[in-house]
Structures are given as C-alpha cells and as structure tokens.
C-alpha cells in the first residue's frame, strides 16, 4: 500500500483566452494526449473540458474553455458564460494571449475582470515562436507594469517550448492535497463525447470558412461487439443548404469526414470502429434552450 505524499499538491486551473489563443493545443500538450480538439476555425471549443496532468508530487486539473468573444446568438452566449463561470470555480487563471496577435483591448477589459476575481492569475504568452524576441520584450513590459500581481510567463503550446516548466510552476502554486483523479485517468468527458468531437473536428478541417457554427454532432449510438464498435451520429444543421454543403456533391464530404474520424475514433478506442454518419436539419437550434441542453451544452445566458 503506497503511503499518501503529505506535500503533494493538486488543484483546478482555467484555461482562459480569446478564440484560437491556443487554449486546446495547451491542453493536449500537457496531457500528452488529444483530448480536446484544434482547428484554424476560431470558437471551435464549445464546451468546458477536463484534462489531468500527472506528476510525481502533484496533479494538475485543466479546465478548457470556449474562446472568449463578443457573442450575438444564444449558444456563443453560453459558450462565453460557460469560460466566465468556470474561472470562479478553480484554484488557479490562467489567460492565454496569442502574441503573434497582440494584446487587444478586448484582451485588457478580460484581464481587468479577472484581476478583480480573487483567483491567482498566470498570462501565458503563447506562440513565442512566431514572434522576434526584440518585439517581445515590450509586451513583458507592458503586461507586467499593467497587471503587477500576474505571473507572465512565454510558451509556445504547439512547440512545447515552456510546457514542462509551466507544470512545475503550477504544482508549485497549487495547495497541498491528494490527487483529485486517479491515476490513469485523464479526462473526465465520455467516450461518446470525444467521438462528436472528432467529427466536428473533421468538418472544420475540411469544410473550413465554408462550414457555419451552427453545426453540432450527437452521437445516437455507440455499442461495443466482441469485434468492433458500432457508432451511429446526427450531424445537425439549421438549415437546408448547410445540410447539403457538409453532404457534398454525390456524398464525397460526408464520406470523406467519415474517413478521417473513424481513422481517429480507432486510434482512440484501438478497435476497429463501425461509423454511421446522418445530416438532419433542425432551424434555429442554436437558439433554442432545450436543444442546446439536449446536445450537452449548459444554459448560463
């Protein structure tokens, strides 16, 4: 029986950050895992997602947020909600600005806010490796004369340059206290979740600017054979042209996404996987309280 660490340290962070800041790429890189899905698509993170990093003498709890933005319709309102609540309920912020952007002033009224919520606060400088040092340095300065009691600290998520030393910075950080979540566990979303993940992320990427937000994906089925996994998906769309764009000419866009997720779905489960894709238009879903619900989305606006 292994004896409990007295000085171990576990905690809850946020993941905070415009849209395409690189919240997600953090994510899976501490991790060491893809557990949330990137696309080039701004606002691709809809829903609040857990990651457990593992160390020796501590336990990291990363709460993946949707991209910070001035929403117009309901669920992009629910998706800002659901990144504001969310940095009321952890031990520690953490922002994430996209230095090769700059900080804007929308960045600056999000700051502020959180200055004032209590929480410590870490601003993540991703991207370094897209930006000139010389052009660096005036940020730092900028941000640690405006916001003294922040810790700032440059990475690049998708590099990983930065990435062990912010896991050590944060466990140090973090109160003393047992793990929070087993140690084989590494997200606490459902496997059902990842699979609608996966297909929302294969439409982006392959649909691009083309494809609307108004798209969601809920998995119907998923049976596990002796042999293989059944899975059965409802693509949903709000309207009747936007179920023919993610169909394609003769079937080749859906066949294609179904392709590619199922390539990953198998990696995933490391099964063979039967996937079946459907579209179904239903207009105005983005709007409408009990389908958001139905579709795993939380009412915070």
Do not use: C
Request: net charge neutral; hydrophobic share 45%; glycine share 8%.
């Amino acid at each position: 029986m292994n004896t409990p660490n007295p000085d171990f340290r576990a905690g809850a962070i946020a993941l905070l950050g415009r849209p395409n800041a690189g919240k997600s790429t953090l994510l899976n890189r501490l991790v060491g895992q893809k557990i949330a899905i990137t696309t080039p698509k701004p606002q691709t993170t809809r829903n609040r997602i857990t990651g457990v990093v593992h160390r020796e003498g501590g336990q990291l709890v990363l709460v993946d947020t949707p991209g910070l933005h001035k929403a117009q319709s309901r669920l992009h309102r629910m998706m800002v909600a659901t990144a504001m609540r969310a940095a009321e309920e952890v031990d520690l912020v953490a922002f994430l600005v996209d230095v090769a952007q700059g900080v804007s002033e929308y960045d600056k009224v999000l700051l502020d806010r959180l200055t004032k919520g209590g929480r410590p606060l870490t601003i993540l400088l991703n991207k370094v490796d897209r930006v000139a040092k010389p052009k660096l340095l005036p940020l730092l300065l900028e941000l640690g004369k405006r916001y003294p009691q922040a810790t700032l600290y440059p990475l690049s998520a998708l590099k990983g340059d930065g990435a062990e030393g912010l896991v050590d910075l944060w466990i140090s950080a973090l109160p003393k206290s047992p793990p929070i979540f087993p140690e084989d566990q590494i997200t606490d979303v459902t496997l059902r979740f990842l699979v609608s993940e996966i297909v929302r992320e294969k439409l982006f990427l392959i649909l691009q600017e083309e494809l609307p937000y108004s798209v969601a994906v809920e998995v119907e089925k998923f049976s596990e054979g002796a042999e293989r996994t059944e899975i059965s998906a409802t693509i949903w769309v709000a309207k009747d042209n936007h179920k023919g764009m993610v169909i394609g000419k003769g079937g080749a866009v859906l066949k294609d996404v179904g392709a590619k997720a199922r390539a990953d779905i198998e990696e995933l489960l490391e099964r063979p996987v039967f996937l079946e894709l459907w579209v179904k238009v239903h207009a105005g879903w983005d709007e409408r309280g009990h389908l958001l619900a139905q579709l795993g989305f939380m009412d915070g606006a």
